[in-house]
Every structure is written in C-alpha cells, then in structure tokens.
C-alpha cells in the first residue's frame, strides 16, 4: 500500500509541475500576442523579444519563435526573397532532380509536394498537399494545427494508398525541416521513391505547387471565413476531390480536368 501512495504523490506532485508549466505558457502566450497585436502584426520574433525584455520578460528568441509559429503569429511583412547561394549545402537536403522539369510522361514518374497555410478563427490549419506531375492531380494531402513531420508523412501515406506503385518515383518538396526530416527520408526509402530538393529560398523550383495553392486560396479559401478546422476540411475535400481532380480543366491537359486524363490516356495504353 506504501509503494502505491508514494506513487501517487509521485505522480500528483508531477501534475502540479505540469498544470504550472502550462498555466506559465498560457501566460506567456497571452503576452506574445498582446505585443504582436500592438505591432498591428508586423513584428517579427526578434523584434517581440526585445521588446519583452526592455519591459523586464526575458525569454529567449528560440521560444518566442516557437510560441509565435505554434499559434499562428506570422508577421505580414514578408521578407525580401534573396537568391540563395549553395555555398553551404548541407547534408540533411538531396540534390535537385526535377531541375524545373515539370513534364511528366507517366503515372508516378514524379510527385511534388508542399504545405501552406489556412486562417481560421481559432488559428492557423496546414495543409500539406502531393500532386502527381503526370496529370496535376492532387493524389495525396492531410491537414492539422501543427505543421509538423507527422503532418507530411500521413500526405505521403494517402497518395501512396492511392496509387501504391512508387518504386523509383521521384518526390520533389523545398529544403523545408518537414521533408528534411528522418522520418519522412525513411518512409521514402521504404517504398524505393527518389527524393528530391528545391534549392534553398528558391520558390522557382517547386512552381506547380505555388500555382496549385494560388488556385486553392483564389478559389476556394480567400472566399470563406473559417469558424474552425471542420470548415477547413469540408471545403478542402469539395474543392480537391470533387471540383479540382474531376472539373477543373488544365490548359497543360489540353483542357481536361486531371482525372479525365489519367483515363483517358490508361485506356489509349491498354488499347495500343
């Protein structure tokens, strides 16, 4: 009985350190974002942290960075693109395959993928989203609060039971840590894909991807205002899989929607 009850004072004296972990994370929440909405959203993480600390905060740029991302406090001054120099490669990125080759000539031959990000009134969403360069259709996404590896590895995993013949094929993503991740590099070499890397701050690299969002927020996302996630994922299933992959027409398709022409051609195929 006395292994139990020290146990239990064990673990409750645990849950009170937990309980005020997290009360003091709230708190320091509460002061990022009262900084960041006095700064009418434009400062950044080191600018709110030296702010903190002129007032008698200190806490470090790593964690304001942190909390700031978490919940969905991203300045809107974007900063200016700078040309990136490979000067300073790094052993976590792979070399670019693709090369701005967007053509595809078969099924699986070369994916792409990305992640971006969707206001609602509770915070930010991601949606990470694989398109197959073969047809533009988008094969494989997965959404979540956090912008994670999980949240890239269960896109990978949708496409891949969606069109489970991927041995050799290419997967093309920016340096992101998210696909710069163990986790993602090993699911990759369990199923014999080929990873490949935009070069660094160069959104040029992995441009159908770039159009593909512009599509989604154009016409779909900037047209709502989002209560919270659910709204997220309706929209996100009627515009991907009902309007985008069986609708839309792509003048790169010769003007047919992206499932048409997988069809269509797999039918020339298995006619030849």
């Not at 398709?253 to 020339?268: G, K």
């Amino acid at each position: 009985m006395g292994i139990k009850d020290r146990a239990y004072y064990q673990w409750k004296k645990q849950e009170e350190k937990r309980n005020a972990h997290r009360a003091s994370e709230r708190t320091q929440v509460e002061t990022i974002h009262h900084v960041f909405v006095d700064s009418k959203e434009i400062y950044g993480a080191r600018k709110i942290q030296k702010h903190l600390e002129a007032s008698g905060i200190y806490m470090s740029e790593w964690k304001v960075r942190r909390i700031m991302r978490e919940n969905g406090m991203y300045s809107v001054i974007q900063k200016k693109f700078r040309p990136y120099s490979n000067q300073k490669a790094s052993l976590r990125y792979t070399d670019n395959i693709v090369d701005r080759d967007f053509n595809a000539v078969e099924p699986n031959q070369i994916w792409v993928s990305d992640i971006t990000y969707i206001k609602t009134k509770l915070g930010w969403y991601y949606l990470a989203a694989i398109i197959d360069l073969y047809n533009r259709e988008v094969i494989g996404y997965s959404t979540s609060k956090n912008i994670d590896t999980e949240l890239v590895k269960q896109a990978i995993t949708n496409a891949i039971a969606r069109y489970p013949e991927v041995q050799g094929t290419i997967f093309h993503s920016d340096r992101g840590s998210q696909y710069a991740s163990a986790g993602v590099k090993t699911i990759l070499d369990d199923y014999g894909m080929i990873q490949s890397m935009s070069k660094g701050g160069c959104p040029y690299d992995n441009s159908c991807m770039e159009s593909f969002f512009a599509y989604l927020k154009k016409e779909c996302i900037y047209r709502r205002s989002y209560k919270d996630s659910s709204e997220v994922e309706k929209d996100l299933f009627e515009y991907i899989e009902l309007f985008y992959n069986r609708k839309r027409i792509h003048s790169t398709l010769n003007y047919m929607t992206p499932m048409s022409y997988r069809i269509q051609n797999q039918a020339f195929i298995s006619a030849s």
